[in-house]
């Protein structure tokens, strides 16, 4: 039952800024946005969460809109090492429950 | 600090042997938690323990896998007896209180002939 709906792939030009949509209509109040990305061959790394405000840190920002039906992953400048799978999950805020992860998109970066 | 550390990173074995999965987690995680990933499943979560304790196993898919965590530093995962179907990457993850971004680790690549 998959809470969140993302595109299977992207491309995206070297030292462009990468937006990855993410669509979680079914969202409830108390749920937080999760961005996971994995690399080819490596255990999957996080990214960056948020509840309702927009968020940034090192890697990336979140925009998420008013109504928290969706979402933005903001890679300001891409890189080729930015090559991955990324997963955007929705989930109770501890999330000890463990991680449900759907496809992803498949952000491919080109030179 | 190392982060996670599985072994084996590779493992290839016949249908029917045992396999054991090994997992040091983070010093100081309080959360450990087994993912399973297939290319027609994906990343699926196994089971996970706090504190030790084994606290949801509702995704192990049947007997032959049992889990353990017999102290805060040390997690196994074993299938017994081994299937093809087992063939996946195994990922060991673990925490610090109630935080899901847990940290990955590399995960074991097993293959089941």
């Known amino acids: 039952d998959a809470k969140t709906t993302q595109p299977t792939s992207m491309d995206c030009a070297e030292g462009r800024a990468a937006n990855l949509p993410c669509n979680h209509s079914?969202?409830?109040?108390?749920?937080?946005v999760y961005w996971y990305r994995q690399i080819h061959s490596q255990g999957p790394q996080y990214i960056i969460h948020?509840?309702?405000n927009n968020e940034t840190n090192e890697m990336a920002s979140l925009i998420i809109t008013e109504d928290r039906k969706s979402s933005t992953l903001i890679l300001p400048h891409a890189t080729l090492r930015d090559t991955a799978v990324y997963y955007c999950?929705?989930?109770?805020?501890?999330?000890?429950?463990?991680?449900?992860f759907g496809k992803g998109t498949h952000l491919i970066i080109q030179p | 600090d190392a982060g996670v550390i599985q072994s084996p990173r590779h493992e290839v074995t016949e249908m029917g042997q045992e396999v054991t999965l090994r997992c040091k987690p983070i010093?100081?995680?309080?959360?450990l938690f087994w993912y399973r990933q297939t290319m027609m499943r994906g990343l699926e979560l196994l089971i996970y323990?706090?504190?030790?304790?084994?606290?949801?196993d509702s995704g192990m898919p049947e007997d032959r896998f049992s889990a353990k965590m017999p102290n805060a530093s040390f997690s196994t995962l074993k299938i017994q007896p081994s299937e093809p179907r087992d063939s996946a990457v195994y990922f060991c993850?673990?925490?610090?209180?109630?935080?899901?971004?847990?940290?990955f680790g590399p995960g074991t690549r097993l293959t089941v002939l």
């Open positions: 948020g509840l309702k």
């Open positions: 999950i929705v989930l109770l805020g501890g999330g000890a429950d463990g991680l449900t």
């Open positions: 323990f706090n504190n030790n304790v084994p606290i949801d």
């Open positions: 010093s100081g995680h309080d959360y």
């Open positions: 993850a673990s925490s610090n209180s109630l935080r899901a971004w847990g940290f």
């Open positions: 079914t969202i409830s109040g108390n749920e937080y």
